[in-house]
């Protein structure tokens, strides 16, 4: 092992805003810029609770995930 630390890597709202918007499947939910994590959530949540079709909840399904990759992101990684 190494004397030296481990550093540590950063993100910042911004850094999460460009990776949201790479992932397109947020677009039509209000999108990702700025980074806001709760207006985010509540937009996909809303997509469950008008989900009258197999497609629209699989469509939630996906978008759910693409929001956990997201937040593990913010957890670990964004700068407080």
């Known amino acids: 092992m190494s004397d030296r630390a481990e ?5 910042t709202a911004q850094d999460l805003s460009c990776i949201g918007q790479r ?3 947020l677009d039509p939910y209000g999108g990702v810029k700025p980074w806001d994590r709760d207006r985010l ?3 996909v949540l809303d997509v469950h609770l008008e989900a009258e079709t197999r497609a629209d909840r699989e ?3 996906e ?3 693409a929001l956990r990759v ?3 992101l ?3 990684f964004l700068r407080k």
């Open 59 to 61: 469509a939630f399904r």
């Open 70 to 72: 997201l937040d593990v």
């Open 7 to 11: 550093k540590r890597r950063v993100l």
């Open 23 to 25: 992932l397109r499947i």
């Open 41 to 43: 959530w509540a937009a």
């Open 74 to 76: 913010d957890r670990h």
């Open 63 to 65: 978008l759910v995930g």
